[in-house]
């Protein structure tokens, strides 16, 4: 019915600059009905529009409802949330208090209970926007949250959870690489089975991010099909090197400790006028070292006029190989490695590179023992590092020994982690944040609010600085940080 589209062209442009005339209508309406055009062009168009709109719907039938199927959704397992919970979930929505929203979720989770029905639209809706959620939200939306994402694509993220062959074969570059995270973490064996699966159809590009991916959760495992690539881009080439040399039993790392261990020796001698014994650290800087082994990206030439050449090459030997390699060749513990390096100047200088090494090869105990057992300057250039690679179940004890001395570098550190803080971390952060109110305001309290716990609630007027000009920013700072605490105390006990 073109007509139709006439009059609504005439409705975009305003009845004022085309009014409606009887001859834009179609030949049946004016040959039965007599219609008199007036003065006024709106009241015109609403009468012939209205006739026009009548006579198309006419012989039009209606959508037969009972040709629509519609499953209804399955019984939930779980109770839902209390009715406290979901009042305090709309004041976090209504404020966009997105650590609190996390709390909240993982409350839920944790208590067995589920969204109330009303929320499931808002809650998917936040599950569209962010990906880091999709998982515990789907979880506190149950079976009714699963029904509900199936009318609408946009939220139907239980497909790409459940269809993980599907997806990976078939799925957008997005999808694929949040399968793949998500397997890199519960299932890692997995993951390279899929990647194997596709691999040569893939583009250099693709190939490049999937292969970022797999340095989570980084084993031996995934060693045997790594070493087996052979790909024409230099960029992907890089990435699988790369990936090569953080795996301990691997080609490259081996050759590396084959190169430098011989260099690196205990040696027991006479001290005060042979009266006791002396055990140092014996360093060959004049080592040998194979052309195979600058092929794999290992550098000849120090840029540092304070470091020779083979000073150079020696460190980045030692940050190349697992730190646990010199327990075994040492015969010594972590502790007394590190205290033999600390000796005498010459071996402490590759104290950095066994820093480097515990990191690049995730040495959890030896980062612990690094941190306690280090001298101070090897902590002021290395301690933000090594803090920040530690799992955060271990971090406190750490970030509190050294918190005072580093705050600045620490604190950002420790703002991005999951775990709430312990009562005597959160106590020392707040000492010194209360007295640099100038930097740290509402912007750094809000995120803080879910790390902070709420046994400090009754402590803030504690960590009021000295200085009256402070104090008036202080105030309402932690004035501010109060309401926020109470709202996740709320929480708490809302569940």
């Not at 299932?187 to 194997?196: G, H, V």
């Not at 400790?257 to 140092?280: F, R, S, Y």
């Amino acid at each position: 019915m073109k007509f139709w589209d006439g009059i609504i062209n005439n409705a975009t442009l305003g009845s004022a600059k085309m009014p409606l005339r009887t001859h834009d209508l179609p030949e049946f309406i004016t040959e039965v009905i007599e219609l008199k055009e007036s003065t006024e062009p709106e009241e015109d168009f609403l009468l012939m529009a209205g006739l026009a709109y009548q006579y198309r719907q006419a012989g039009t039938k209606p959508l037969d409802l009972n040709l629509i199927s519609q499953s209804l959704a399955a019984d939930e397992e779980l109770p839902y949330a209390s009715s406290n919970s979901t009042n305090i979930f709309r004041t976090i929505i209504s404020e966009d208090l997105h650590p609190l929203l996390i709390l909240w979720l993982h409350q839920c989770e944790l208590k067995g209970v589920l969204a109330e029905p009303e929320l499931i639209p808002e809650l998917l809706q936040i599950a569209s926007r962010k990906k880091e959620l999709r998982k515990v939200i789907l979880t506190v939306c149950g079976k009714r949250g699963e029904w509900l994402s199936k009318l609408n694509p946009q939220w139907n993220f239980y497909a790409i959870t459940n269809d993980i062959d599907s997806i990976w074969q078939t799925g957008k570059l997005e999808d694929r690489k949040e399968l793949l995270r998500e397997l890199r973490v519960v299932n890692p064996s997995k993951s390279i089975e899929l990647l194997q699966s596709t691999w040569d159809s893939e583009g250099a590009n693709e190939k490049a991010a999937f292969l970022e991916i797999l340095r989570t959760n980084l084993t031996a495992i995934d060693l045997a099909w790594l070493e087996t690539l052979k790909e024409k881009g230099q960029k992907v080439n890089s990435i699988i090197q790369d990936l090569l040399k953080s795996i301990p039993s691997s080609a490259i790392v081996q050759q590396y400790w084959n190169t430098v261990k011989d260099a690196i020796t205990i040696k027991t001698g006479k001290a005060l006028l042979g009266m006791i014994n002396k055990t140092v650290i014996d360093i060959n800087e004049n080592l040998s070292v194979p052309d195979s082994v600058f092929k794999t990206g290992i550098e000849k030439l120090s840029s540092n006029k304070q470091v020779s050449d083979n000073q150079h090459i020696l460190s980045q030997l030692i940050s190349s190989v697992p730190p646990s390699n010199w327990n075994e060749h040492f015969k010594e513990n972590n502790q007394k490695i590190i205290e033999l390096f600390q000796k005498d100047k010459k071996s402490a200088q590759y104290l950095p590179a066994l820093v480097l090494g515990a990191l690049k090869f995730n040495d959890v105990e030896w980062m612990k023992d690094l941190l306690e057992h280090s001298d101070k300057e090897l902590i002021d250039s290395s301690v933000g590092l090594l803090i920040r690679a530690l799992p955060e179940s271990v971090r406190d004890t750490y970030s509190l020994k050294y918190i005072k001395q580093k705050p600045q570098e620490l604190i950002p550190i420790l703002i991005e982690q999951d775990e709430e803080w312990s009562v005597e971390l959160s106590r020392a952060i707040l000492k010194f944040t209360a007295n640099e109110v100038y930097v740290y305001n509402r912007t750094f309290y809000k995120p803080a609010v879910s790390l902070i716990p709420v046994k400090l609630l009754d402590e803030l007027d504690s960590f009021t600085p000295s200085e009256e000009q402070k104090k008036v920013y202080w105030k309402t700072q932690s004035d501010e940080l109060s309401r926020l605490l109470d709202i996740k105390k709320q929480i708490l006990q809302s569940f």
